[in-house]
C-alpha cells in the first residue's frame, strides 16, 4: 500500500496537495492556474476553509476541488486541527499549503515539515500574531523600508517562525500604498510558491536545525 503521505521524492505522480483558506483564496487560485497551465506538476485534492462565506469557497467549487469545513464550534486549538486534518488526511495530501490560513493549528506528528505557509513579507520582519494581508504592507510602508516581499516557509505550531525555504523581494517605493505593495508581493507569491512545492517534491529541501537547505538537481 503507498503511504500517505508520501515522502519526497514524490516521482510516481503528481504531489498531492491540501490547501488551506481563510479568505478570497486569491492563493489558491494561483495553484489552480498554475496546473491547468501545466507550470506545477501538482494536484490539489483537499481544501479546508476556516469559516463559511469566503471568496476561496466558490473558487475551490468552480474547480471541482472537495472542500471541507474546519469546526465552529471546536473547544481548543488541538480539536480545531484536527478538524482541518481529518480531511487532509483522508484525501492523502502529500502536502498542506497554508494559503492566507489565519487560524493557528495544531500540526499532528504524520504531517511535521509537510506544511508550508508563504507570508507577504521577509520574515523576521512584519510577521507574527495580527500580521496578515494589508496590515502587513501599511506596517512596512509606515516603517520606511526600502524592500519587502515574500516568505515560504515550512509551518510550525506558532506564527510565522518555521524555517524559512525560500524568500522573493521586491522595492518598496516612495509613492506606494499598501493596496499597490501588496499588488507587487503578490506577484511574486505567485511564483516563490509553486517554487517551492516543486523543490519539496523533487526531493530538494533539507531541514538542518533552523536552516533549510537547497540542494542541487539531480
Known amino acids: 500500500m503507498t ?4 515522502n519526497p521524492p514524490i516521482t510516481d505522480s503528481p504531489i498531492r496537495l491540501a490547501v488551506c483558506v481563510s479568505g478570497g483564496g486569491t492563493t489558491l487560485q494561483n495553484l489552480i492556474d498554475q496546473i491547468r497551465g501545466r507550470r506545477l ?13 469566503i471568496g476561496a469557497i466558490p473558487r475551490a467549487e468552480a474547480a471541482g476541488i472537495p472542500l471541507a469545513l474546519a469546526s465552529r464550534n471546536a473547544a481548543s486549538a488541538a480539536e480545531f486541527s484536527t478538524s482541518v486534518f481529518d480531511p487532509i488526511r483522508r484525501s492523502k495530501a502529500d502536502l ?25 513579507a521577509l520574515i523576521p520582519a512584519f510577521c507574527g500574531k495580527g500580521f ?10 509606515e516603517m520606511g523600508v526600502k524592500v519587502s ?15 524559512i525555504i525560500l524568500q522573493r523581494t521586491v522595492p518598496v517605493l516612495d509613492n506606494d500604498t499598501a493596496d499597490t505593495l ?4 503578490f506577484r511574486e507569491e505567485c511564483l516563490a510558491l509553486p517554487e517551492a512545492i516543486t523543490l519539496y517534491a523533487d526531493g530538494r529541501l533539507r531541514l538542518d536545525g533552523r ?6 538537481a539531480s
Do not use: M, W
Request: aromatic share 6%; with cysteine; glycine share 8%.
Open 41 to 53: 506538476r501538482a494536484e490539489i485534492v483537499q481544501v479546508v476553509a476556516s469559516k463559511p462565506r
Open 149 to 163: 516581499g515574500c516568505t515560504v516557509h515550512f509551518a510550525d505550531d506558532t506564527y510565522d517562525t518555521g524555517p
Open 211 to 216: 536552516k533549510v537547505r537547497v540542494l542541487p
Open 132 to 141: 496578515y494581508g494589508h496590515k502587513v504592507h501599511q506596517s512596512a510602508l
Open 182 to 185: 501588496a499588488a507587487r508581493v
Open 3 to 6: 503511504p500517505s503521505p508520501r
Open 96 to 120: 498542506v499549503i497554508l494559503g492566507g490560513f489565519l487560524a493557528i493549528l495544531k500540526i499532528p506528528p504524520d504531517y511535521h515539515g509537510r506544511v508550508i505557509n508563504v507570508h507577504p
